[in-house]
C-alpha cells in the first residue's frame, strides 16, 4: 500500500512543477504562491474535517506550537 502512496505522491509532486509552470506564465510569482498557498490551506482543512482530525486540535502541546508555527514561517520564507 506504501508503495502505491509513493508512486501517486511522486505523480502529484510531478504534476504540481508542471501546472505551477503553465499557470505562472504572466502572473506574478508572488501572487501565484499566494493564491496556490490559499488552496492548500482549503484542501489541508478539508482533510482535517473529512478525517475528524479536528477533536485533537486542543491537545496539541506548546512546544509543538512553537516548532509548527517557526516550520510553517521557515516554509514561507523559502
Known sequence: MWFLFAILSSI???LTSILAKIGIEGVNSNL???IRTVVV???SWGIVFL???KRE???IGRK????LIL???A???S
Open 51 to 53: 478525517t475528524n482530525a
Open 12 to 14: 502529484f509532486a510531478a
Open 75 to 77: 516554509a514561507g520564507v
Open 64 to 67: 509543538s506550537w512553537i516548532f
Open 32 to 34: 501565484a504562491t499566494a
Open 57 to 59: 486540535y486542543g491537545e
Open 71 to 73: 516550520s510553517g514561517l
Open 41 to 43: 490551506v482549503f484542501m
